[in-house]
Antibody, heavy 122, light 107 residues
Framework: QVQLQESGPGLVKSSETLSLTCTVSGGSISSYSWSWIRQPPGKGLEWIGYIYYSGSANYNPSLKSRVTISIDTSMNQVSLKLSSVSAADTAVFYC????????????????WGKGTTVTVSS | DIQLTQSPSSLSASVGDRVTITCRASQSITTYLNWYQQNPGKAPKLLIYAASSLQSGVPSRFSGSGSGTDFTLTISSLQPEDFATYYCQQSYSTLLTFGQGTRLEIK
């Protein structure tokens, strides 16, 4: 079955750029959208953005100026870049498949990676 | 942005209890509302999509209802593995949002 695996540095210095990769296995990255979500320690879920397999993306307005999500269909990977990080960006980062139901246009995140913890240090 | 407000923020209940969690949207989202369950240290898991459709493999004791701005997630008879945090999420807008979460604890 389809599995997602997030990877990247667990420690990033303040003001630098956080870069993460989500590798999709067991299925094709095409025909789906892919989302990034983060969860600060002890807090709730925050949507970061998602990208369609075509390459167009939508971002959380509060992060839009610092976020870039890209897709590499040849590698079956989705990438996240978050620039100018601070301690407030310390979180568990998840990637998730953003699927569309077979009828109507209902979208939901049906498959999630296990998440990767990123700590921003000063 | 569409804001989602869940109530209560936390809830204590016993095995076998019937529990209801509410999610209210700041504007009508018709039925573009999903529910997720998250256990400590784990990734969220999709339970309900389109307000009331049960995701494949999810036990039938979970159900969702509502439309417009008011939605509910009901667990008909709590099992030990159901003690977790629950989140609603809207997909009406291309800018997605989650509720703040409801923590369900053992009484």
């Amino acid at each position: 079955q389809v599995q997602l695996q997030e990877s990247g540095p667990g420690l990033v210095k303040s003001s630098e750029t956080l870069s993460l990769t989500c590798t999709v296995s067991g299925g094709s990255i095409s025909s789906y959208s892919w989302s990034w979500i983060r969860q600060p320690p002890g807090k709730g879920l925050e949507w970061i953005g998602y990208i369609y397999y075509s390459g167009s993306a939508n971002y959380n307005p509060s992060l839009k100026s610092r976020v870039t999500i890209s897709i590499d269909t040849s590698m079956n990977q989705v990438s996240l870049k978050l620039s100018s990080v601070s301690a407030a960006d310390t979180a568990v980062f998840y990637c998730a498949r953003y699927s569309k139901s077979s009828h109507y246009n209902y979208y939901y995140m049906d498959i999630w990676g296990k998440g990767t913890t990123v700590t921003v240090s000063s | 942005d569409i804001q989602l407000t869940q109530s209560p923020s936390s809830l204590s209940a016993s095995v076998g209890d019937r529990v209801t969690i509410t999610c209210r949207a700041s504007q009508s989202i018709t039925t573009y509302l999903n529910w997720y369950q998250q256990n400590p240290g784990k990734a969220p898991k999709l339970l309900i999509y389109a307000a009331s459709s049960l995701q494949s493999g999810v036990p039938s004791r979970f159900s969702g209802s509502g439309s417009g701005t008011d939605f509910t997630l009901t667990i008909s008879s709590l099992q030990p593995e159901d003690f977790a945090t629950y989140y609603c999420q809207q997909s009406y807008s291309t800018l997605l949002t989650f509720g703040q979460g409801t923590r369900l604890e053992i009484k």
